[in-house]
C-alpha cells in the first residue's frame, strides 16, 4: 500500500499518483503492504476448534491502515458470557483519524443467537458489556458490520487511527418450559375445578311417590 523510503516505514512515504522528487543520489522506495485478511482457529466453550476469517474494507483510513496480527486472533469468551464459538479480536493501525471501516466476520458453524460486540459501550463505561454493532448484517456463517475509529464499538474511544473492537454470538437464553408433571397437575387442577362448578349448578331432582 504505497511506498517509503525506509523499509520499516518510518521515512517518507508516497501514494499512488503522488510526486517524487529524484535527490542528486540514487534512492530506493520500499513497497509498504498492509494486512486486510486474517484466517485462525476459533476457541469454542465446548467442542473442536475451527477456522475464522476475517476482513475489512475503508475509504478513508489512508493506504497504510492495515491488521495489526499481534492484537488480532479468535479467542475464548469473556467470563460468564455464553458464546458458544467463543469471540474475534481485531487491531487495525496506521489509518487516518476518525476513520470507518466494514468489516466481516466468517465463523466455522452458522451464527445462532444474537451478534454483539463486547466493550465499552460508552466513553465513560468502566466495564464491558454486550451491545449492538453498527449497520449489523447476518448472513449463515457470516456478520458484517461498521466499526468508527473513537466512536462506539472502538474500545478506547479515541480518535487516534489505531481501532479495537471484539466481538461474537450471544446465544439466545432459553425460556423454562413446564415439566410433564407440572402440565399433568395443571391439568387435573382444571378438570376438578370444572366438576366442582358443575356440581354446584346441578338442579335438585325431586320423585313424588303415590299414596294408596
Known amino acids: 500500500s504505497g511506498w517509503n523510503t525506509a523499509a ?16 542528486g543520489a540514487d534512492t530506493t522506495l520500499y513497497a509498504q503492504w498492509v494486512v486486510t485478511d486474517f484466517a485462525g482457529p476459533t476457541v469454542p466453550s465446548t467442542g473442536a476448534s475451527g477456522t475464522g476469517t476475517f476482513n475489512f474494507t475503508t475509504s478513508d483510513g489512508g493506504p497504510g491502515c492495515g491488521l495489526d496480527l499481534a492484537e488480532t486472533a479468535f479467542v475464548a469468551a469473556p467470563p460468564g458470557q455464553n458464546m458458544p464459538q467463543g ?23 452458522p451464527i445462532a443467537g444474537r451478534y454483539v460486540k ?4 460508552s466513553a465513560g463505561a468502566t466495564q464491558s458489556s454486550a451491545f449492538a454493532p453498527a449497520n449489523l448484517s447476518v448472513s449463515g456463517r457470516s ?10 464499538g472502538d474500545d478506547d474511544w479515541t480518535s487516534d487511527g489505531t481501532l479495537t473492537d471484539p466481538s461474537g454470538t450471544l446465544a ?16 387435573l387442577a382444571l378438570v376438578a375445578g370444572g366438576l366442582g362448578v358443575r356440581g354446584l349448578r346441578r338442579p335438585a331432582v325431586h320423585a313424588d311417590r303415590a299414596c294408596s
Do not use: I, N
Open 87 to 109: 469471540m474475534f479480536k481485531f487491531r487495525l493501525t496506521g489509518c487516518t483519524p476518525g476513520f470507518t471501516a466494514r468489516v466481516t466476520v466468517t465463523w466455522p458453524q
Open 172 to 187: 439466545e437464553e432459553l425460556q423454562g418450559v413446564p415439566t410433564l408433571g407440572e402440565l399433568a397437575l395443571a391439568l
Open 143 to 152: 456478520a458484517s458490520f461498521d466499526v468508527t475509529d473513537g466512536a462506539q
Open 8 to 23: 520499516d516505514g518510518s521515512g517518507s512515504g508516497y501514494a499512488a499518483g503522488d510526486s517524487f522528487t529524484m535527490p
Open 118 to 121: 463486547w466493550g465499552k459501550a
